[in-house]
């Protein structure tokens, strides 16, 4: 599973149910990302799309406690539904048989389903905006950096897109794994 998300340098994602920057550039890279998949989505961010509906062209899949369970849209072949856990997720995903998996925030779906992520691709935006109320947990430890643009500029806002993947073990310490050779013979009695 992947998220796409789109970050301040402080993790900032969202002010008052909103996004916090307008770029067009980036959108059309959203769109890229997630056409024809599957968007996972928290009921906030749905209510922040466009007259609160779901996307066109992707599938959506809707967390909500408050939202009655099940499809609720339908077009061109694509469906949104509701569902009121993170397990219903993936039981939704079997059962309808749906694409690829893309979570799309916001915080709270974010944090519910970044263990679950191997890959984020990232908007980084070289800026800090003022009165953030949402953001993209802590993940540096976990991923690291596997490529990022050059610095891009639209309507006064720079920013990057970078893709980061899930650390293996084979990160771990070359010699964390090696036997400590002589310490029964050295330390015990
Ligand atoms: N920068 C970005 O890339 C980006 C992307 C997406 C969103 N955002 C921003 O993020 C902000 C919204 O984030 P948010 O954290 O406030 O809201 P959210 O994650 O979009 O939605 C929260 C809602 O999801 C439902 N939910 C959460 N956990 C659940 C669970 N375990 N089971 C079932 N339902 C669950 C609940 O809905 P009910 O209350 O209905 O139960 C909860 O109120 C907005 O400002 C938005 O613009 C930014």
Redesign the pocket.
Known sequence: MKA????DRKLA?????????RIPSDLQH?RRETLGRTCI????????MPKGQPLPGRNTI??????PEGVFWEKDGFIALA????E?VYRALAEFALPEAVV?????????FLPDCDELIV?EVEDEADGA??F?PYFQGEFELREKTESVEENGIRYKIARYQRKTDETEPADGGEPQAGSAEDGEP
């Not at 796409?4 to 970050?7: E, Q």
């Not at 994602?13 to 920057?21: A, D, P, T, V, Y």
């Open positions: 796409i998300v789109v970050v994602i969202g002010r008052s149910g909103g996004l916090l920057f959203f989505m928290g009921r906030k961010t749905l209510e922040s809707v967390l909500s406690k408050s939202m569902v009121g856990s993170r219903a799309c925030g916001g915080a709270q779906i974010y944090r519910l908007t109320d949402a993209f």
